[in-house]
């Protein structure tokens, strides 16, 4: 299976800031197939991006998916107070679907 | 407006049975695959189980392979999870998650709302 990395575990920043998340990969991903997801507490996850650097109805474009191969990174150009949440990266290979373990943007 | 609406969680002992369903409106449900996600309160998201449009074709993780069952019935617009033999490993929120396409997009486009399935003595 494909093990997906996250770093930082905790990112603190301030409105405003840019907030930028790493996703790595233990094999290459298909771009086609690497996702990101928002979490906010006490609600269901929210597709952000899909296909490393698309991004989802309704997302802003402050957010920017890039990346291939192994690496992946999620920008929030200029974080805004209902970006502050839990981001986590997926991939999808060999039939199979993985999850990063999270990366929490808290504001500092 | 996409809705995934989903019911059939609680509590259940260990070794026993519980089905989860989940309601679709708002698109053309037959057109899409579907999918289970779980997630242990506090804790990530693990992918449980897909189903393309037309039940073709299914997929499970190693970790509930041969003890959940996936389906669908497109005419009630309505996705389901059989859950058997429930450890307490298998406590978790469940998601029902639309995909983007009639196979698999390889992302997960809408979530339901969640439902908790406590596995417990």
């Known amino acids: 299976d494909i093990v997906l990395t996250q770093s930082p575990g905790t990112l603190s920043l301030s409105p405003g800031e840019r907030a930028t998340l790493s996703c790595r990969a233990s094999q290459t991903v298909h771009s086609s197939y690497l996702a990101w997801y928002q979490q906010k507490p006490g609600q269901a996850p929210r597709l952000v991006i899909y296909g490393a650097s698309s991004r989802a109805t309704g997302i802003p474009d402050r957010f920017k998916g890039t990346g291939s191969g192994t690496d992946f990174t999620l920008t929030i150009n200029g974080v805004e107070p209902e970006d502050f949440a839990v981001y986590y990266c997926q991939q999808y290979g060999f039939s199979l679907y993985t999850f990063g373990q999270g990366t929490k943007l808290e504001i500092k | 407006e996409v809705q995934l609406v989903q019911s059939g969680g609680g509590l259940v002992q260990p070794g026993r049975s519980l089905r989860l369903s989940c309601e679709a409106s708002?698109?053309?449900?037959?057109?899409?695959?579907m999918h289970w996600v779980r997630q242990v309160p506090g804790k990530g998201l693990e992918w449980v189980s897909s189903?393309?449009?037309?039940?073709?074709?299914?997929t499970y993780a190693d970790s509930v392979k041969g003890r959940f069952t996936i389906s669908r019935d497109n005419a009630r617009n309505s996705l389901y999870l059989q859950m058997s033999s429930l450890t307490t490993e298998d406590t978790a929120f469940y998601y029902c998650?639309?995909?983007?396409?009639?196979?698999?997009?390889?992302?997960?486009?809408?979530w339901g709302q969640g439902t908790l399935v406590t596995v417990s003595s």
């Open positions: 708002g698109f053309t449900f037959d057109d899409y695959a």
């Open positions: 189903l393309t449009w037309n039940s073709a074709h299914t």
């Open positions: 998650v639309k995909d983007a396409e009639f196979d698999n997009s390889g992302y997960f486009e809408y």
